[in-house]
């Protein structure tokens, strides 16, 4: 009996790490990806300010709001520092060049009937949610009152199925939704200098 109940268990664990790792994620959007960012000679102060809200087949879900967003305003002063296109950036009012105010909706789409019927079938019959970000940003110059809009928008593609086990290892949930995320603020980078307003 002791033997019977460690197989058990030890076919119990490996069932459930195996449905575990049966999701994978995919980029579902068109945006560009940059690995560099252009050489800017006057660089200018930016004070950064970011609000998230998420939402779940168009309905407020703040669950996580909090946590989002501290995640992402540090994470992405971290990347503008990084694209060496900024003299300084805080997310603390300053007398800085420019005003950066950053808005990230998150839309989740998942249908909880198509989720069950995937759970029952014990993930043959595949299953697939969306996050959806769409953001928005207003560049500020405080001192002419000059400034101008940006909206991107991008997706990652959750998928669960017992066939994509082989690749789960290589598409983490988690990793796809920070380059999602990362990627739309590259392309900010990118249209902010575009426009002329870091030469």
């Known amino acids: 009996p002791i033997m019977k109940n460690m197989i058990l268990q030890i076919s119990t664990a490996a069932a459930l790490m195996l449905l575990a790792g049966c999701a994978t994620s995919f980029q579902a959007d068109t945006l560009d990806e940059f690995t560099d960012y252009p050489a800017v000679n006057n660089k200018q102060s930016v004070y950064v300010n970011l609000v998230f809200s998420g939402k779940l087949n168009g309905e407020p879900w703040p669950k996580n709001d909090k946590q989002n967003e501290d995640y992402l305003k540090k994470r ?14 805080t997310d603390e009012l300053k007398a800085t060049d420019l005003h950066l105010y950053i808005a990230v909706i998150n839309n989740k789409a998942s249908d909880s009937s198509k989720q069950t019927l995937s759970a029952l079938t014990l993930f043959l019959v595949p299953y697939t949610t969306t996050d959806t970000f769409r953001t928005m940003a207003i560049l500020k110059e405080p001192t002419t009152g000059k400034q101008i809009k940006f909206s991107f928008t991008g997706g990652v593609n959750h998928r669960q199925s017992l066939l994509l086990v082989p690749l789960a290892p290589f598409k983490p949930s ?18 902010i200098h ?6």
């Open 76 to 89: 992405y002063i971290q990347k503008l520092e990084e694209s060496g296109m900024f003299s300084f950036v």
């Open 174 to 191: 988690g990793r796809a939704l920070e380059k999602c995320t990362e990627r739309i603020l590259e392309n900010l980078c990118m249209d």
């Open 194 to 199: 575009e426009k002329g307003w870091v030469k």
